[in-house]
């Protein structure tokens, strides 16, 4: 693996299961479309643009064992600032041939590339072997927790075969010796700007504000919302047995799509659950946070209050179907994009309102923690124009 003419590295289980599972968990209530077609990506700046800035914590000790195996191995201690960090996904379709990652006139200052798998091949997505033209190893099979690390230049050409069935999910950053191009200084200016006060209630500081609809619209040729396609995060809540319901009127929007940035409720099957959520996003969190724990929140044998589940009526169970036609126009294309290989698509579990509730709660307590963290955090980081962990200081308690 230490062969100068092509330097790299593969660590097995660099990650654990619990880490790449809370990595997902942002991807899939934050991600936008991206750059290219079938692709998804989550950056760390677009956390902050949405409310989530306390999503940053988890890859904050991260980035710090990435950036640290890659001075150690590539022997560079001090002289990389990171360049991006952002989570990635392909879905079918997508692909990338032989390239090195500072290819671009503008993609010059990127000298190592770092690249932690948070799901597995064969297991979550078919497809998406990663390719080395020459050297060894010549084929990497992506498995959760493990990490490919990279010169991006012409003596790591790779590519990566197309993705043919489910979502291939990725922790992609980018490390230069150009300290101008430092992600840290550019986030914590952002941050500086974004990050509301500890004495801001809850509703104000932690919850999610959704980007521009169009960076949530799907499309197979890039349509725009009038054609054939979907709102990501509906299809990421259908593609899990939802349906989203609103209670205003449909005809006081002229513009639909700001009906997902208003309040709205959860239904299932013909269930509707009592709580609102402030918007898709935040409904969209909730619900990936409680399938992320889901094994922790089997165990309730309690029923659920009464009047926190009704039954639709008929004119709540039309105006959805109206509101899904709408922000879900293509439904099997929602499926083919999002569905898990392993777990198929009508293998909706009943739900139990009572784990669901208990799992509204729980994500309450997670998402509080995470914004103290980032309030005691952010001192230390501008003070020191840089990201990094303050909690093994000595005497932090949180
Ligand atoms: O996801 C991978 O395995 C590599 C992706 C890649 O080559 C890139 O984004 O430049
Ligand atoms: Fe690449």
């Given amino acids: 693996m230490a062969d100068s003419e092509h330097p790299r590295l593969i660590l097995n289980n660099f990650l654990s299961l619990e880490e790449c599972k809370e990595l997902e968990l942002i991807h899939k209530s934050c991600s936008t ?73 503008y993609l010059k200052q990127r000298d190592f590339t770092a690249v932690c798998y948070l799901n597995s091949y064969e297991k979550d997505f078919k497809g998406g072997l990663f390719n080395f033209q020459d050297g060894e190893p010549k084929t990497i099979a992506p498995l959760a927790g493990d990490v490919v690390m990279y010169t991006a230049d012409s003596l790591n050409i790779h590519s990566v075969d197309e993705v043919t ?42 919850l999610p504000l959704p980007a521009s609809s169009i960076m949530y619209w799907f499309s197979l040729n890039q349509a725009s919302l009038e054609e054939s396609g979907f709102d990501i995060c509906w299809a990421r809540l259908h593609v899990l047995g939802y349906n989203v319901y609103c209670s ?3 005809s006081s929007f002229s513009d639909f799509s700001e009906l997902l940035m208003e309040p709205l409720q959860l239904a299932r099957g013909d269930e509707l659950f009592y709580q609102e959520f402030v918007n898709i996003l935040h409904a969209l969190q909730v619900v990936q946070f409680f399938h992320w724990k889901a094994s922790e929140y089997q165990t309730s044998k309690v029923d659920i209050e009464a009047g926190k589940v009704m039954s639709l009526s008929h004119s709540q169970r039309e105006k959805i179907s109206r509101l899904k036609s709408f922000f879900v126009k293509d439904g099997r294309l929602a499926e083919r994009v999002f569905h898990s290989v392993t777990k198929g698509l009508n293998e909706h ?34 003070t020191h124009q840089s990201i990094f962990s303050v909690f093994h200081l000595a005497g932090f308690e949180i």
């Fill in 349 to 382: 579990h009943a739900l139990d309102w009572a784990n669901f509730s208990a799992a509204v709660t729980a994500w309450g307590d997670y998402i509080g923690k995470l914004h103290k963290e980032i309030l005691v955090s952010l001192p230390y980081w501008r």
């Fill in 165 to 206: 069935d489910g979502e291939r999910l990725t922790l992609t950053l980018w490390f230069s010796r150009d300290s101008s191009h430092d992600e840290d200084a550019k986030l914590i200016s952002a941050l500086s700007k974004n990050l509301p006060h500890r004495s801001d209630n809850f509703s104000h500081s932690c």
């Fill in 33 to 105: 479309v991206g750059y290219r077609p079938n692709v998804f990506s989550t950056t760390l700046s677009h956390l902050i643009a949405t409310n989530s800035s306390h999503f940053i914590m988890p890859f904050v000790p991260i980035r710090e064992r990435l950036k640290e195996k890659l001075e150690d191995f590539f022997d560079c201690h001090y002289q990389l600032v990171i360049e991006f960090t952002g989570l990635i996904s392909w879905t079918s379709g997508a692909s990338i041939g032989w390239h090195s990652d500072d290819n671009k006139p």
């Fill in 248 to 250: 205003q009127e449909m």
